[in-house]
């Protein structure tokens, strides 16, 4: 009991230790608030530091040559997990700087910023379902409605035509994506209130920035982070239904490598199955780099734990679209339709 109130007495006098040299207004709730918080952040930072330099010298004691033994494996595993722990720690305590400083309070305050969070894998599921229709349609109609051959003997090449009509899919993508974000902002407004143009300070544990924007910017933001993952399952599901000739088909497959990737993803974070960082919805979802990512984010767990760099992203995303487009144009300049 002596030994806990020794603790606490220090605990105390360090905390107004603290007050004093930050120079706390206690008139201001909000701003006493976010200097207990961040007090909270630094002892954090602190301890995990010691955790960690705890954790190298005990790897340094087990030595590299044994770097194949389970309890090397274990503390490297522990030390990668630390160092996660101490980013994230330390990037919220940098955002409670900057609010501090700027006094402002929006990401506590402003609905919309929440349930933009809350909101934004309902509202890329809906734009997913809406394009993979429309991209598994668009051509393999022609097909069921026989007009195809009408289609072709205009005076325009295979190729154009095909263009022509990924073309206008993409026009289309666009369209429902400024619907959405128009709509999900009406409605967030409505319901929840709050300022759009509130300012907005929080952190991105990927890109390790404290970011500074207004409501009404991180909404744009998100939304155009959307477009990857929507275009690469749009794309796959134009390419699916060029080949089989059936939107029903080109829905069952798009929908069900979706889903299946979002599987896939949740057993590679617990069964170490690294190559599942190139999948579909991995290297598409772009998200990662503009929204308040939380330390058990999903996302942020793949991203990280198989060090998946942007450059290495982009490169296998191209090649993905690369891959269906070229299958799609080759397959649609050589296909028989005399007996279609």
């Known amino acids: 009991k002596e030994e806990y109130k020794n603790n606490q007495l220090n605990e105390a006098v360090n905390l107004l230790t603290f007050y004093e040299n930050n120079n706390v207004d206690f008139s201001n709730e909000r701003l006493v608030e976010k200097y207990n918080l961040l007090y909270s952040y630094n002892q954090d930072i602190s301890q995990i530091k010691l955790s960690v330099k705890e954790i190298e010298k005990n790897i340094d004691n087990v030595g590299k040559e044994n770097k194949n033994t389970q309890t090397y494996k274990n503390l490297s595993e522990k030390l990668k997990e630390q160092n996660l722990n101490l980013k994230r720690v330390s990037l919220n305590a940098q955002v409670i700087e900057k609010e501090i400083k700027n006094k402002v309070f ?41 007009t195809i051959k009408l289609l072709l003997i205009r005076p325009y090449s295979r190729s154009k035509i095909l263009l022509a009509k990924y073309i206008t899919t993409l026009i289309s993508m666009l369209i429902l994506l400024i619907i959405m974000f128009v ?42 982070s959307f477009i990857p993952m929507i275009l690469m399952y749009t794309t796959l599901a ?52 503009v929204s308040m990512i939380s330390y ?25 679209m690369i891959l269906f487009l070229t299958l799609a144009f080759v397959v649609f300049k050589k296909r028989d339709i005399k007996n279609i």
């Open 106 to 146: 929006s990401s506590d305050d402003n609905l919309l910023v929440s349930n933009a969070n809350n909101a934004k894998t309902l509202t890329l599921f809906f734009l997913l379902i809406g394009m993979i229709a429309i991209g598994a349609s668009i051509v393999s109609e022609e097909y069921s409605k026989s």
């Open 183 to 224: 709509v999900s902002l009406i409605l967030n407004v409505i319901y929840n209130g709050g300022n759009i143009f509130d300012t907005l300070i929080y952190g991105n544990l990927l890109t390790n920035k404290v970011v500074t924007t207004s409501v009404l910017m991180y909404y744009i933001k998100l939304m155009i």
């Open 238 to 289: 134009f390419s699916i239904s060029v080949l089989t000739m059936s939107s029903s088909i080109a829905n069952m497959l798009s929908f069900g490598i979706f889903f299946i990737s979002q599987i896939l993803e949740g057993l590679a974070i617990v069964f170490n199955f690294s190559l599942i960082k190139y999948s579909f919805t991995v290297v598409s979802d772009y998200t990662s780099y």
């Open 296 to 320: 058990g984010n999903s996302m942020f767990n793949v991203a990280n734990k198989f060090n998946l760099t942007l450059l290495e992203q982009n490169i296998t995303y191209i090649l993905y």
